[in-house]
């Protein structure tokens, strides 16, 4: 194996692994882990800034709210590939067609490149 491909598996090895241990055994109730869904409205509230309106409907558990994020992660995904999908197709199709056209034209005339 070439040492240029060694050096930056431990240099990635090293980037995954640093935070695990360096934040080990720490989680939200020390402050770490703390997103701006927890910070943001705290702040705002502290501000005299409040909500406009509130949700129509709130899931029951938060097992249901995270299905619900995942579902919509998921269908948001397949979308995305198919869409990605779709046009790498047609740009293979295309080079394939314009390779058939020069085929035919060296076929035709007798002359290659």
Known sequence: MNWRWVIIL???AAILIFPLAYYNGKGEAQGYFGGSDDQGPAYLSSMGIHPWFTSIWTPP????????FVTQAGIGAFIIGWFLGSWSGQAKARKRDEEEVEEDKTK???IDK
């Not at 558990?61 to 619900?68: A, C, D, G, R, T």
């Open 108 to 110: 035709t005339t007798g």
């Open 61 to 68: 558990s938060p097992e249901i709210e995270s299905l619900l």
């Open 10 to 12: 431990a240099i990635v």
